[in-house]
């Protein structure tokens, strides 16, 4: 099956540091990838739509200059959390949209903590 | 606005019980329903999708329903097993592709 990677796994940072998360499709192009954040016990909610080539679609609430989405080429989107503060602890999930299916395939997930 | 809402928030059996997750949707005009699988601190594993024209899809021990009408669709477990503990996320697709998520059901199936 196809299969989406995300780096790193997990990171811890000070508060006011930048932190970048990659999300790859590893063998399959998606012109599409989404951003999500989970807090504990809490379900996924999409950030942002990634498309590669042109600007993020940002969901209402989420700061689009603070989470910098760049979609460079068809196999890699970036995440960037800019001076990130302890309550942008979460974990960030992606997920590519394959070309040829429209199905949606999801990454391991990366665990933020800010202290 | 879409919300999705599951059913219970947490489940504990012991092994070797069937069991039914409940998830519902409030508005009906989706493209897809999908049960996703999610261990703790890891991402999602897709279990079934059915497509909003069908009415259930099985893979194994699991049978998933949908009643586009009435908003709802079951996760059906059968003879539960330790491995099978998990949440268990439910996930509408509607328009623009987008995934409207549940708050998920935390099983813990005891052996």
């Known amino acids: 099956g196809a299969v989406v990677s995300q780096h790193p796994s997990w990171v811890i940072c000070k508060s006011g540091t930048s932190v970048k998360i990659e999300c790859r499709s590893l063998d399959f192009q998606a012109t599409t990838m989404f951003w999500y954040r989970q807090f504990p016990k809490q379900s996924l909610m999409l950030m942002a739509t990634s498309n590669e080539g042109s600007k993020a679609t940002y969901e209402q609430g989420v700061e689009k200059d603070k989470f910098l989405i760049n979609h460079a080429s068809l196999t890699l989107s970036t995440l960037t959390v800019t001076s990130a503060h302890p309550e942008d602890s979460s974990f960030y999930i992606c997920s590519a949209l394959a070309q040829t299916s429209a199905q949606e395939f999801f990454g391991p997930g990366t665990r933020l903590t800010v202290l | 606005k879409q919300e999705v809402t599951q059913i219970p928030a947490a489940l504990s059996v012991p092994e070797g019980e069937n069991l039914v997750l409940n998830c519902s949707f409030t508005d009906s005009a989706i493209y897809n329903l999908q049960w996703f699988r999610q261990d703790p601190g890891k991402g999602l594993t897709s279990l079934l999708l059915i497509q909003s024209s069908q009415r259930e899809q099985t893979s194994g021990r699991l049978n998933a329903s949908l009643d586009k009408s009435s908003g709802r669709s079951t996760l059906y477990i059968a003879a539960s097993q330790p491995g099978d503990s998990a949440t268990y996320l439910c996930?509408?697709?509607?328009?623009?592709?987008?995934?409207?998520f549940g708050q998920g059901t935390e099983l813990s199936v005891k052996p």
């Open positions: 996930a509408v697709s509607g328009q623009g592709g987008k995934l409207i």
